[in-house]
């Protein structure tokens, strides 16, 4: 069984780039959750995707957008990236929507200067 | 909104007990998770409660008080593996899991 996996580990941007983080779900999962933890921090729920629609989203803005794609991969793109993006993005598969039980990947580094 | 309350940081020595509580405010309130998150690592999930009353899985134990808004997490017989921070997490309405600020607990030997 595969796990959660991400890419890339780590990622530096400028403000005001555009970035693209990848995950793709442990087999068998079809619900993806974004995460964003700052340091020392609790993760923040960005959004979930289940079945290649977006069916639940935190307080994140409209720059802050997904995809999912027929195999339950996923992506996170943040446009007009701001110092206070910078943080650890996770991602999380679940087996059905709203799941508690989820499992995380490793999470993506972004720093933003 | 949703918002949870837990202490910042606990320090035991091996062998000992460790309560972390979590206080809650929500809508569509579904039930509470815990997870653990090792220094550099992802959360790890470790138990999850819908109903009032306790769980336990090996030595960590949860338990949930609906009425309270409370719930706690105990670990047992403290390793220093267990050196690691732990979150609460509420499942709400809309799909969404609310984390809490975190419980660092440092084990010492």
């Known amino acids: 069984e595969t796990g959660v996996t991400q890419s890339p580990t780590h990622l530096i941007k400028t403000r005001g780039q555009q970035v693209t983080l990848r995950c793709s779900s442990q087999?068998?999962?079809?619900?993806v959750s974004w995460y964003q933890q700052a340091l020392g921090q609790g993760p923040q729920f960005i959004f979930q995707?289940?079945?290649?629609?977006?069916?639940g989203r935190g307080n994140f803005p409209p720059r802050f957008s997904g995809l999912q794609f027929p195999n339950y991969s996923s992506e996170l793109n943040v446009n007009a990236l701001e110092l206070d993006d910078s943080a650890l993005y996770l991602c999380?598969?679940?087996?059905?929507?709203?799941?508690?039980?989820?499992?995380f990947g490793p999470g993506t580094r972004l720093t933003v200067t | 909104g949703q918002s949870l309350e837990q202490p910042s940081e606990v320090t035991a020595v091996e062998g000992a007990i460790v309560q972390i509580n979590c206080t809650y405010q929500?809508?569509?309130?579904?039930?509470l998770s815990w997870y653990q998150q090792h220094d550099g690592g992802a959360p790890t999930f470790l138990s999850y409660?819908?109903?009032?009353g306790l769980e336990e899985t090996g030595r960590f134990s949860s338990f949930l008080s609906r009425s309270d808004s409370y719930g706690y997490l105990l670990l047992q017989e403290l390793q220093m593996k267990d050196s690691a921070s732990y979150f609460c997490?509420?499942?709400?309405?809309?799909?969404?899991?609310?984390f809490g600020g975190g419980t660092r607990v440092l084990v010492k030997p």
């Open positions: 999380a598969s679940s087996s059905r929507q709203g799941g508690y039980e989820q499992y």
């Open positions: 087999s068998g999962h079809n619900t």
């Open positions: 997490a509420v499942q709400a309405a809309g799909n969404k899991l609310t």
């Open positions: 409660n819908a109903l009032d």
């Open positions: 929500t809508s569509g309130f579904y039930g």
């Open positions: 995707y289940y079945r290649e629609e977006e069916n």
